[in-house]
């Protein structure tokens, strides 16, 4: 089975601070993970994947990842937060299995970006 | 090239009711995920499927729920006898049928379903 922890429900930074929305997961195999975004009243927004290679993902809107397989982590960050990137965010995995192509979503970090 | 296109944005229906959702993927894309959302709450996958195929169904409920993907025309996730407890934003989501299976999942903008 695999899972997606976002252990904070909210994150609360300033504007031109960095900013990072914590992310760990649990698979049986190799993982396959993304970031979205999701603004209010809309769908989800692809931000990056991480699928084989370089551990640091770079993504839309200035957005990076982390990937540290050792921790099971895939932190998103960005180095200067900006307040239209408020919003709500989640990580998703998918075991790169043959047959494996559901998502798995963490619950949502909602980020809020004080000016 | 538009995106993923759900409709209704915003559907009512009473307890006893049926719900049908409908979702065209982006153009050129023929795999479709069906996924719901709670409040507060991430998204739950329901079902996987193909031009006519539906491939992985082990997130739909066993019943009341169904969903298929015709040879033409949009995918759709019948709702039967709704519940109040069917009350979610159910998301619709698509990806294009390349070789390698990462590829990333584009979203719809969702129905909202409430039911009285």
């Known amino acids: 089975a695999q899972s997606v922890a976002q252990p904070e429900d909210q994150v609360n930074v300033a504007e031109g601070n960095p900013l990072t929305v914590k992310c760990t997961y649990s698979?049986?195999?190799?993982?396959?993970l993304f970031w979205y975004v999701q603004y209010p009243n809309r769908g989800l927004q692809f931000l990056l994947k991480y699928i084989t290679g370089d551990n640091l993902v770079k993504g839309s809107y200035g957005f990076e990842a982390e990937f540290n397989k050792s921790q099971t982590s895939f932190h998103l960050k960005k180095p200067s937060a900006l307040v239209s990137d408020s919003a709500l965010y989640f990580c998703?995995?998918?075991?790169?299995?043959?047959?494996?192509?559901?998502?798995?979503f963490g619950k949502g970090t909602k980020l809020s970006v004080i000016p | 090239n538009a995106g993923v296109m759900q409709n209704p944005r915003h559907l009512v229906r009473r307890r006893g009711q049926e719900a049908r959702l409908r979702c065209s993927p982006m153009?050129?894309?023929?795999?479709v995920y069906w996924y719901r959302q709670l409040p507060e709450e991430g998204l739950k996958f329901m079902v996987y499927?193909?031009?006519?195929?539906?491939?992985?169904e082990s997130g739909m409920p066993k019943e009341r729920f169904s969903a298929e993907f015709p040879k033409e025309g949009p995918s759709i996730l019948r709702i039967q006898q709704v519940v109040r407890g069917d009350s979610a934003a159910y998301f619709c989501?698509?990806?294009?049928?390349?070789?390698?299976?990462?590829?990333?999942?584009?979203f719809g903008p969702g129905t909202r379903l409430t039911v009285l």
């Open positions: 989501a698509s990806s294009p049928p390349v070789a390698g299976d990462h590829n990333e999942q584009f």
């Open positions: 499927l193909q031009k006519e195929n539906i491939i992985d």
């Open positions: 153009k050129g894309h023929s795999h």
């Open positions: 998703a995995v998918r075991d790169s299995g043959a047959g494996s192509y559901q998502l798995t």
């Open positions: 698979v049986s195999g190799n993982p396959y």
